[in-house]
């Protein structure tokens, strides 16, 4: 997890992180929802050791020319500006981010979407 935090870090001090304003609040506001959502299903399914270390953080970042998103190990989320018309509202945002956010907690095997043992037994 140190790892990631050190690249979040790095790439957001080389990039203008929008802190205010109505996008940037849907942004932080989902990814707390989720992060909330996430936390209390995992534990219900006696699976919290996937978030140990977890520190959730959820930021926008100004690149219109960029329609893209992503997640580091699951607890650092970053949206580009250039994805929000493209997300239309909160809702196609929470689908975005939720998909990725899972991804990160459940790393893929060999770039597919099939997902680690430990994260499709509890699915049900």
Known sequence: MKFSTQQ????LSRHKVISGGQQAEMVSRIGSRISTAVT???KQ???SDLLTGYDWESRLVDDAGVNAWWCM???KVVVF???????????GLAVVMGHEIV????PAR???HEPRASCSSSAG
Do not use: H, V, W
Request: glycine fraction near 16%; charged fraction near 30%.
């Open 8 to 11: 979040n870090k790095s790439f």
């Open 40 to 42: 209390g299903y995992l």
């Open 45 to 47: 399914k006696g699976q």
């Open 73 to 75: 190990r699951g607890d």
């Open 81 to 91: 500006t250039g994805l929000m018309p493209e997300a239309k509202d909160q809702n």
């Open 103 to 106: 991804r990160g907690i459940c």
């Open 110 to 112: 060999k770039r597919t």
